[in-house]
C-alpha cells in the first residue's frame, strides 16, 4: 500500500511517526528515512522514545536554498540520491514491512532526486508487498495516481504568520 500525506499545513511527518507507532504496535518494523530533515536534533531522534521495530535515519543536510543554507545545490542532490539508494537497499534486505520517505516529495520538487527513480521505488515495493508512506509539500500527480490513500494537511492558521518561530518538541 502507498500513503502519500502532503499539503501545505504542519503535521505530515507526525502523522507518518503515528502512524510507524501504531504499526510497531501490531508488531511490524518500520524504517523511516528523512530526505531534508539534517543534521539538527529533533525530537524522533531520541530513540529511548522510539517502539520496539522502529528505525530512523536522516539523509538531508537540511533546508535547500532557504534559512541560510550555505551548502553547494550539488551537496544536497548528493545527500538525497544517496538516501533513495538506501532505500532501495532496505527494500531489497526484507527487514521491514513498513518504509517511510519522509520529505521526499519535497526531494522531488526540488529536483534532487528523479521521480522515474521514485516510481521505480513503489513499482519494486508493491512486488515485495512493503508498505509506503511519502510525506512531503507538493506531492506530484503522478504518485498521488498511484497512491492508495492520500491525506492533504492544509495550512488554515499558523503561528509563523505572526512571527513565532519553531519550537522543539512541538514543531520539530
Known amino acids: 500500500m502507498l500513503i502519500v500525506i502532503t499539503g501545505d499545513g504542519k503535521g505530515k511527518t507526525t502523522s507518518a511517526l503515528g502512524q510507524a ?19 539538527w536534533k529533533s525530537g524522533e531522534d531520541n530513540k529511548k522514545v522510539w ?7 536522516k539523509g538531508g543536510l537540511g533546508f535547500v536554498g532557504i534559512l541560510g543554507d550555505k551548502l553547494p545545490r550539488e551537496k544536497h542532490i548528493e545527500a538525497a540520491q544517496k538516501t533513495l539508494e538506501e532505500a532501495f537497499q532496505e527494500l531489497e534486505s526484507g527487514n521491514w514491512d513498513m518504509i517511510i520517505l519522509d520529505e521526499i516529495h519535497n526531494a522531488l520538487d526540488l529536483g534532487l532526486v528523479k521521480k522515474e527513480r521514485v516510481v521505480q521505488y513503489i513499482e519494486r515495493a508493491q512486488e515485495k508487498k512493503v508498505d509506503l508512506i511519502f ?32 519550537r522543539k518538541g512541538l514543531d520539530y
Not at 517502539?51 to 535515519?57: A, I, K, M, N, V
Not at 490513500?149 to 505572526?162: A, G, N, P, T
Open 21 to 39: 507507532k501504531r504499526s510497531c504496535g501490531d508488531g511490524r518494523k518500520v524504517l523511516m528515512l528523512q530526505f531534508i530533515k539534517g543534521p
Open 51 to 57: 517502539p520496539p521495530g522502529f528505525e530512523l535515519r
Open 135 to 166: 510525506t512531503g509539500r507538493n506531492a506530484p500527480r503522478e504518485l498521488i495516481k498511484k497512491a492508495d490513500i492520500v491525506s492533504e494537511i492544509r495550512d488554515i492558521k499558523h503561528v509563523f504568520e505572526k512571527g513565532v518561530k519553531a
